[in-house]
């Protein structure tokens, strides 16, 4: 069984920063591309950055330059660096990774969201 664990998040100024974690725990093979998406009230889910097994990374226009995705494959983690927050980047924000596990079998697995709140 595989199991996404987000932490990180919280209430913060606008301008501030936030560091989020999300670990992946279980009987874990190997971890492909591993993102990060957020939902805010009265939206759909969107798509905020992705990194790839290889390193490579991909953002959304709204968070590039001010959000920082990295992994630390050791530990099964990836993280999301947030500076210079703003107003709407208030969410929940969800992990995301595609996991082949030790059977073999292969799936897309979700964290069960952190709340960011970016207010003064």
């Known amino acids: 069984q595989v199991q996404l664990v987000e932490s990180g998040g919280g209430l913060v100024q606008p301008g501030g920063s936030l560091r989020l974690s999300c670990a992946a725990s279980?009987?874990?093979?190997?971890?492909?591309?591993m993102e990060w998406y957020c939902h805010a009230p009265g939206k759909q889910r969107e798509f905020v950055a992705r990194?790839?097994?290889?390193?490579?990374?991909n953002y959304a226009d709204s968070v590039k330059g001010r959000f920082t995705i990295s992994r630390d494959n050791a530990k099964n983690t990836v993280y999301l660096q947030m500076s210079s927050l703003k107003p709407e980047d208030t969410a929940v924000y969800y992990c995301?990774?595609?996991?082949?596990?030790?059977?073999?079998?292969?799936?897309?697995?979700w964290g069960q969201g952190t709340q960011v709140t970016v207010s003064s």
């Open positions: 990194i790839r097994s290889g390193g490579r990374t």
């Open positions: 995301n990774a595609d996991i082949t596990d030790n059977s073999g079998g292969w799936g897309s697995y």
């Open positions: 279980g009987s874990i093979f190997s971890i492909g591309a």
